[in-house]
């Protein structure tokens, strides 16, 4: 098993300019999850999803969305890239809710 | 809302050393998980804690369900220079009909020879 993959590894966006992370798990979990880190701080959870279909807000959500179409894809998209937005994003899988969670490598993102 | 505070929010030891770290909230949780996020890379859960009172080793690394439910310890003994890392402790709370996690801010672990 790959486990949590991402990618793209590090981007540079423009500021107004759009871009999607993806995240992808082969472990069959229903949770999934995506938080940002800024630099010297912890987690903070953007969206997340608990099955397909299913998406609903976390404690960050503003400039964001999200998609949950299959089991094993969970895409976050940004529209308009701001500064306030270059970060590292993890996305994160679970099997249940109060299960841990598995993270992938995160996406580096900087917005100039 | 919820929050868990660490402490220290740094530490620098020699090899060789015990290191404890701490984490604290003002509410009950009934889940104390606790990663560790290696420079460059995404945390890896460490130790689970699911019952107050618990105590759950993993290799050096020893962890404790404090009694009250509002704190929970992380050692690591006789360290070594991969032990360097950013500690986080993490713990579920209901939002809605789903539990999400919640993480402390990080201890960082810097590890001399």
């Known amino acids: 098993n790959a486990g949590v993959t991402q990618t793209p590894k590090f981007r540079i966006l423009k500021i107004g300019q759009s871009m999607t992370l993806q995240c992808t798990q082969d472990m069959n979990h229903n949770y999934m999850y995506w938080y940002r880190q800024d630099p010297g701080m912890g987690l903070k959870l953007i969206y997340y999803?608990?099955?397909?279909?299913?998406?609903d807000k976390g404690e960050v959500p503003n400039g964001y969305n999200v998609s949950r179409s299959t089991t094993e894809d969970f895409p976050l998209r940004l529209e308009l890239a701001a500064p306030s937005q270059t970060s590292v994003y993890f996305c994160?899988?679970?099997?249940?809710?109060?299960?841990?969670?598995?993270f992938g490598p995160g996406t580096r993102l900087l917005v100039l | 809302g919820q929050q868990l505070n660490q402490s220290p929010q740094s530490m620098f030891i020699q090899e060789g050393e015990d290191v404890s770290m701490n984490c604290t909230s003002s509410s009950i949780f009934n889940t104390w998980l606790w990663y560790k996020q290696d420079p460059g890379e995404g945390p890896v859960l460490l130790i689970a804690l699911y019952k107050a009172g618990e105590l759950t080793s993993n290799g050096r690394l020893t962890a404790q369900f404090g009694i009250t439910r509002k704190d929970s310890f992380l050692n690591i003994s006789a360290s070594i220079p991969s032990d360097v890392g950013i500690y986080f402790c993490a713990g579920p709370v209901l939002k809605g009909n789903t539990d999400k996690l919640i993480f402390g801010t990080g201890t960082r672990l810097q590890v001399f020879p």
């Open positions: 994160a899988s679970s099997p249940w809710t109060e299960g841990t969670q598995y």
């Open positions: 999803s608990v099955g397909a279909g299913i998406t």
